[in-house]
């Protein structure tokens, strides 16, 4: 995996660490449930709830617009939330 890959997955509960760390940095909550994920680089940079309406978080020290925007669009494709 290149620097710049961008993976997008489902997390599962060895993503609880890393979740809450990105929670803290964009001080929201840890999001509930099942969430797709974005690593760059293997770090994780944004993370989209499914099972709750809520916002995307995202790591504020990394630009993370068109993450965010590919974690909406992977969300319609499995027909999920897109807030």
Not at 3 to 23: G, K
Not at 43 to 71: K, N, Q, T
Request: proline letters at 5%; glycine letters at 8%.
């Amino acid at each position: 995996m290149s620097a710049d890959s961008i993976v997008i997955r489902h997390s599962t509960e060895l993503d609880r660490a890393a979740l809450a760390r990105l929670a803290q940095l964009d001080s929201q909550d840890v999001p509930v449930g099942d969430s797709l994920l974005a690593y760059v680089g293997g770090e994780l940079r944004a993370a989209m709830p499914l099972e709750v309406r809520g916002a995307a978080l995202a790591d504020p020290f990394h630009l993370s617009r068109d993450i965010i925007e590919l974690l909406r669009l992977r969300a319609r494709q499995e027909g999920g939330p897109t807030a």
